[in-house]
């Protein structure tokens, strides 16, 4: 199974049953995306495939074969923080850490959403041309995120100076 | 999970012909509910043939309707901007479900073909009809909050989760099926069956059959909505969901959908409710006694007795709002 991660080309010979959150984790020696409940209520498994958040752990590794896939290794590094790492940490966005790599990709997903107009469960003009980010927005935007620290405050402050000016 | 063979299929037919040939075979949409199911080992195909390369065109017809592809994420179908004009609750019910990652991921044929939520159907050492026919049902007599009020049988208390279908049920939205002999047409309304002696079969598919389109009808109503009430606000399956259109003519209702969520081993259309209210004038006693006469034939568990009386508001509730 061939795939691009984090820009590089890898190839894998991998279990047929091999989810892409396994695959990741345990064969490409990327073990920053998380194995939370590993049946897709929690999120600590988001990841971008071609630029959109899915829940890996409910993804089978054969389907997304050439396909894009970016983890939070290919976000940013220790040196070299990408400005949502560093907003989570100046908003203290975590407490233990554990759903943070999901949480981040999750938020850029979501911003490119939010970017092309894509509505939500809050939005209430469904017609509207564009997104208006505010709290209720991003709150609902990343409900598929669970944190069981209840770092919420910190995390919607984060995203909120990262990508809000970004998207209106 | 068991393991299987995967094939990507690169047209219905072939997706047809290879399930056809593999015993135990099942079709592959997002995933998000057979891949859940497969690790747990309550489903076990041997063999999986994806169909998420299929038509996810989303196209307006020459009459006015829509065709929409089964292989559509549900994202997509939402984000459409003709739907959003023109089939907002059909929007608004597939924003309301699941989570943006799940919606990312999953088709639209996938989102029919959901299995229920029920507790002791994903517990393997737990009684299920459901899961093994004839074994008994756990849920009658246990912790049934989240079960059916209408429709149900001694054999099963299930719902279907679903949002989208709801949405559908209402729109009058055909299901395009194709399998081996031709292809068929069915609505949503009757796609998905009752539980009565045999819970495990949950729609009209015959084996092998595809779904490979939903097609909407031209002319939708211009009043309507989705309102989905849950145990917290986002993320989490329907207690009760509404799906209504009102017109109103001349000072009363000249026509009426509404099809309820969470509530039964279907979405239900409210049929009993849209005939009392049709040539009413709209009026909150008029709502409230068509949701009664809609809910008269309601069954509580032990649980869920409360859902009653929350479809009844619910209902009240979203025809003011579109009647306002």
Known sequence: ?168 | MLTFEYTRADSAAAAIDLVEREAEAKFLGGGTNLVDLMRETIERPRALVDVTGLSAAIEVQEDGGVLIGAAATNTALAEDRHIREHYPMLARAILAGASAQIRNMATVGGNLLQRTRCYYFYDDAAHCNKRRAGSGCDAVDGFNRIHAILGASEQCVATHPSDMCVALAALDAMVHIEGKDGTRQVPVADFHTLPGDTPQVETVLAPGELITAIALPANPATGQTYRKVRDRASYAFALVSVAASVRVEDGSIADVRIALGGVAHKPWRATKAEAALRGKAPSEDAFRAAARAELADARPLRDNGFKIGLAERTIVAVLQELTA
């Open chain 1, 1 to 168: 199974m061939e795939f691009t991660i984090n820009g590089s080309t890898r190839t894998f010979d991998v279990d047929i049953r091999t989810s892409l959150l396994d695959l990741l984790r345990e064969h490409a020696g990327l073990p920053g995306t998380k194995k939370g409940c590993n049946q897709g209520a929690c999120g600590a498994c988001t990841v971008l495939v071609d630029g959109e958040r899915i829940n890996s752990c409910l993804a089978l590794a054969v389907q997304y074969q050439g396909r894009a896939i970016t983890t939070i290794e290919g976000v940013g590094t220790q040196d070299a923080l990408a400005d949502i790492q560093a907003a989570f940490v100046e908003h203290d966005g975590f407490q233990c850490g554990y759903c943070t790599p999901g949480q981040i990709c999750s938020a850029i997903g979501m911003a490119a959403e939010a970017k092309r107009g894509l509505p939500s469960h809050v939005t209430q003009d469904l017609a509207a041309d564009s997104v208006t980010l505010d709290d209720d927005e991003l709150r609902e935007r990343m409900s598929g995120n669970l944190c069981r620290c209840g770092a919420y405050n910190g995390i919607v402050a984060a995203v909120r100076q990262v990508f809000v000016e970004e998207v209106a």
